[in-house]
């Protein structure tokens, strides 16, 4: 595990990114957390620094938003999706649990599948 922040420090609508190999994004989407890989599949940007609405982030350079939940793209540019990592609040402090052998999902546009976020 690795700790992120105090969870106070993550208000709602808000994320924050973790430089690590690869790079990682925790948002708080309306008091549920998640974290996923912090590098659009479509050309590189931080999409810590994208749009957040609901449970889609929304890339800064091309509009390709991301499904938080799986990590599954909804639109194009972007066709291939972002890990996904656990995140859990211990005492305070919001946590993500980073497997580094995680394969990515598939990118079926409409799949669903069990999030990987953590109320806050």
């Not at 190999?21 to 050309?43: K, M, R, S, W």
């Not at 972007?78 to 993500?96: I, Y």
Request: net charge negative; with cysteine; glycine share 6%.
């Amino acid at each position: 595990m690795i700790p992120v922040c105090r969870l106070e420090d993550l208000p709602a609508g808000e994320s924050v990114r973790l430089d690590l190999e690869p790079p990682i994004a925790v948002f708080n989407a309306d008091g549920e957390l998640y974290a996923i890989d912090d590098t659009c599949t479509h050309q590189d940007a931080s999409l810590a620094e994208g749009w957040l609405e609901g449970c889609l982030v929304e890339c800064p350079l091309h509009a390709a938003s991301f499904d938080l939940r799986t990590g599954r793209p909804t639109c194009l540019p972007a066709r291939k999706a972002v890990r996904t990592h656990p995140v859990s609040v211990l005492d305070g402090t919001v946590w993500v649990h980073v497997e580094s052998a995680q394969p990515v999902p598939a990118t079926a546009p409409h799949a669903t599948a069990a999030g990987q976020g953590s109320a806050a």
